[in-house]
């Protein structure tokens, strides 16, 4: 019995384990069956002890597979970032005095590790559907190496890796990621603007022979001229996504080394203008969104002067841009009212700029200093321009002359120059009066426009529309007004005459045609006498008897 009994202890003692190995066999079933629970397993072992650093690699090698398609590349990159982030907040991959060989090789294993991390994660980044993911995985793991990688007394920000994750975006097609990145980055932190300035500076100055890949231009653009939030003191700089430097002295410190970096990039966007079309795009915020970030806005000046020599429309959008380094700047450019009085061709009130070149007229010619046959020949040019311009120009050009005149009361002969010699009075009733005003001259100083007069202005007064010739008429009334606000003149088009036109109450009904001609264009043949139509008395048809009937 007893030996019988010790028997069945045994027994039962070699059962109990097979049971257990069964379930923990089964267990090991399952978690291989989920490859989330699979990756969480290996991520606790990894950050529970350093045995397990291995599945570092075997959790690298399953980021791959995110090119199939398949959910487990993107739930080890997620691993991943938790583990690194963690380990180098522990201070795994930093080295530190007293640390023997063997653990000095772990660290840099470590580092070779997070490395290759990160190139993976650039790779995503290419990756469409995935990108945003990848973006928000990659400036995590940059946040936490410019916390815990380096030491505590030195600040280092991680420029390397960002310029890597700039030239990845800029490569691509996306434009949501891209947005992503500035609206939840740049915009937001002081330091990640910095040096996304730095990191454009890189990329251009990183092409092979300055070839440019087909939509660089406009990838570069689009980014820097969203981030048009330049600081002006030193107390703006408050927001860094890395913590900032201690020094006072450092440069992410400093307001004039903020816009240094800016000036450099939209420098370096500007060295990849190979047509009109980008130069265009350039020139429309130069003065509002590129100018404030230069600390030597004298810079801009060949780009400038350039585009405002080379006329037309390149002219209108640099006009801007040349008027406020002449103000701020103090540039010479003695010939800038000459090339002005260029611009104003017949071209001028038909262009799509034109509203926005008569707001900057206005201000050109606001100083009561300029002499007043130079202001003279700008008014008459643009009286004899009206003439053939559409009626939504027509609208602003007397309002804007009747301002001229108040502000220079000495071009008002003009408008009432009267002829007192009999002689002349006696050629000029015989003749008719000659127009002194030199029209193909290109100096206005040299047009003798102050010696003419603004007979223009009475053509319009006749105008078919009726909206034209009432404006047209406050230059022959008194001037009791001080000023027309322009604002309330310069953006009418077709459209909106069209729109007052119909909104109009109709008082008394237009006249029309009361009687229905039977024949058009050919002679009555009929037995009672019609006066024919005046196409029929002045061209023969051919075809008499032959009438076309109207019904």
Same mark, same amino acid.
């Not at 903020?258 to 500007?270: F, P, R, V």
């Not at 953006?491 to 119909?502: C, I, V």
């Not at 002679?523 to 019904?551: I, K, S």
């Given at each position: 019995?007893?030996?019988?009994?010790?028997?069945?202890?045994?027994?039962?003692?070699?059962?109990?384990?097979?049971?257990?190995?069964?379930?923990?066999?089964?267990?090991?079933?399952?978690?291989?069956?989920?490859?989330?629970?699979?990756?969480?397993?290996?991520?606790?072992?990894?950050?529970?002890?350093?045995?397990?650093?291995?599945?570092?690699?075997?959790?690298?090698?399953?980021?791959?597979?995110?090119?199939?398609?398949?959910?487990?590349?993107?739930?080890?990159?997620?691993?991943?970032?938790?583990?690194?982030?963690?380990?180098?907040?522990?201070?795994?991959?930093?080295?530190?005095?007293?640390?023997?060989?063997?653990?000095?090789?772990?660290?840099?294993?470590?580092?070779?590790?997070?490395?290759?991390?990160?190139?993976?994660?650039?790779?995503?980044?290419?990756?469409?559907?995935?990108?945003?993911?990848?973006?928000?995985?990659?400036?995590?793991?940059?946040?936490?190496?410019?916390?815990?990688?380096?030491?505590?007394?030195?600040?280092?920000?991680?420029?390397?890796?960002?310029?890597?994750?700039?030239?990845?975006?800029?490569?691509?097609?996306?434009?949501?990621?891209?947005?992503?990145?500035?609206?939840?980055?740049?915009?937001?932190?002081?330091?990640?603007?910095?040096?996304?300035?730095?990191?454009?500076?890189?990329?251009?100055?990183?092409?092979?022979?300055?070839?440019?890949?087909?939509? /660089?231009?406009?990838?570069?653009?689009?980014?820097?001229?969203?981030?048009?939030?330049?600081?002006?003191?030193?107390?703006?700089?408050?927001?860094?996504?890395?913590?900032?430097?201690?020094?006072?002295?450092?440069?992410?410190?400093?307001?004039?080394?903020?816009?240094?970096?800016?000036?450099?990039?939209?420098?370096?966007?500007?060295?990849?203008?190979?047509?009109?079309?980008?130069?265009?795009?350039?020139?429309?915020?130069?003065?509002?969104?590129?100018?404030?970030?230069?600390?030597?806005?004298?810079?801009?000046?060949?780009?400038?002067?350039?585009?405002?020599?080379?006329?037309?429309?390149?002219?209108?959008?640099?006009?801007?841009?040349?008027?406020?380094?002449?103000?701020?700047?103090?540039?010479?450019?003695?010939?800038?009212?000459?090339?002005?009085?260029?611009?104003?061709?017949?071209?001028?009130?038909?262009?799509?700029?034109?509203?926005?070149?008569?707001?900057?007229?206005?201000?050109?010619?606001?100083?009561?200093?300029?002499?007043?046959?130079?202001?003279?020949?700008?008014?008459?040019?643009?009286?004899?321009?009206?003439?053939?311009?559409?009626?939504?120009?027509?609208?602003?050009?007397?309002?804007?002359?009747?301002? /001229?005149?108040?502000?220079?009361?000495?071009?008002?002969?003009?408008?009432?120059?009267?002829?007192?010699?009999?002689?002349?009075?006696?050629?000029?009733?015989?003749?008719?009066?000659?127009?002194?005003?030199?029209?193909?001259?290109?100096?206005?100083?040299?047009?003798?426009?102050?010696?003419?007069?603004?007979?223009?202005?009475?053509?319009?007064?006749?105008?078919?529309?009726?909206?034209?010739?009432?404006?047209?008429?406050?230059?022959?009334?008194?001037?009791?007004?001080?000023?027309?606000?322009?604002?309330?003149?310069?953006?009418?088009?077709?459209?909106?005459?069209?729109?007052?036109?119909?909104?109009?109450?109709?008082?008394?009904?237009?006249?029309?045609?009361?009687?229905?001609?039977?024949?058009?264009?050919?002679?009555?043949?009929?037995?009672?006498?019609?006066?024919?139509?005046?196409?029929?008395?002045?061209?023969?048809?051919?075809?008499?008897?032959?009438?076309?009937?109207?019904?």
């Amino acid at each position: 019995m007893p030996a019988s009994s010790e028997k069945r202890k045994r027994s039962s003692a070699t059962e109990k384990p097979t049971k257990r190995r069964r379930a923990s066999s089964s267990s090991s079933n399952d978690e291989s069956e989920d490859p989330n629970a699979k990756i969480l397993l290996m991520e606790q072992g990894i950050l529970e002890s350093r045995k397990n650093y291995n599945d570092i690699t075997v959790l690298l090698s399953t980021v791959d597979e995110f090119s199939s398609g398949k959910p487990d590349g993107m739930l080890a990159a997620v691993a991943l970032c938790r583990i690194f982030v963690r380990l180098l907040a522990q201070g795994a991959l930093t080295p530190k005095k007293g640390l023997s060989e063997k653990e000095l090789v772990v660290v840099n294993w470590l580092k070779d590790q997070f490395a290759e991390y990160k190139t993976k994660l650039l790779s995503i980044l290419k990756d469409e559907d995935l990108a945003t993911t990848a973006l928000t995985l990659s400036m995590r793991s940059l946040k936490a190496e410019g916390e815990h990688l380096y030491t505590k007394d030195e600040y280092m920000f991680p420029r390397a890796f960002l310029r890597e994750i700039m030239a990845t975006l800029l490569a691509s097609d996306n434009s949501e990621v891209v947005q992503a990145f500035v609206e939840e980055y740049a915009e937001q932190f002081d330091d990640i603007r910095y040096y996304t300035f730095n990191s454009v500076k890189y990329v251009v100055d990183s092409l092979p022979d300055k070839h440019v890949p087909a939509g /660089l231009f406009d990838e570069i653009f689009s980014l820097l001229s969203a981030l048009d939030g330049v600081p002006e003191s030193a107390e703006e700089l408050e927001d860094f996504y890395v913590p900032k430097p201690k020094k006072k002295t450092h440069s992410l410190r400093n307001v004039n080394q903020h816009k240094k970096q800016g000036q450099e990039a939209w420098l370096a966007l500007m060295s990849l203008v190979r047509g009109k079309d980008q130069r265009k795009q350039l020139l429309e915020v130069i003065s509002t969104v590129i100018a404030p970030w230069f600390t030597q806005p004298e810079l801009l000046s060949d780009f400038l002067t350039s585009s405002y020599e080379t006329g037309g429309s390149m002219s209108l959008l640099a006009l801007s841009g040349v008027f406020y380094l002449i103000q701020e700047r103090n540039l010479d450019y003695p010939s800038f009212y000459h090339k002005l009085y260029s611009l104003l061709d017949r071209d001028i009130l038909h262009s799509k700029y034109r509203s926005r070149f008569f707001r900057l007229l206005d201000t050109f010619l606001g100083s009561t200093h300029l002499p007043a046959a130079l202001v003279a020949s700008f008014i008459k040019r643009l009286a004899r321009l009206a003439l053939n311009a559409p009626p939504s120009a027509i609208v602003f050009v007397t309002p804007w002359i009747y301002n /001229l005149l108040k502000r220079h009361p000495s071009c008002t002969f003009m408008i009432h120059r009267e002829t007192r010699d009999p002689e002349i009075k006696k050629h000029t009733k015989e003749h008719g009066a000659e127009d002194p005003f030199l029209a193909d001259e290109t100096d206005p100083m040299a047009t003798n426009a102050i010696d003419s007069c603004l007979w223009e202005l009475v053509q319009l007064q006749s105008h078919y529309h009726p909206n034209i010739a009432t404006i047209s008429k406050i230059i022959s009334e008194q001037f009791t007004k001080q000023s027309y606000n322009m604002e309330d003149f310069l953006d009418h088009s077709y459209a909106t005459l069209l729109e007052g036109e119909m909104s109009k109450e109709v008082k008394k009904g237009p006249v029309i045609e009361f009687q229905i001609p039977k024949k058009v264009f050919l002679p009555h043949d009929g037995p009672e006498p019609e006066q024919d139509n005046l196409f029929v008395r002045l061209w023969d048809f051919g075809g008499a008897g032959q009438g076309t009937e109207v019904a």
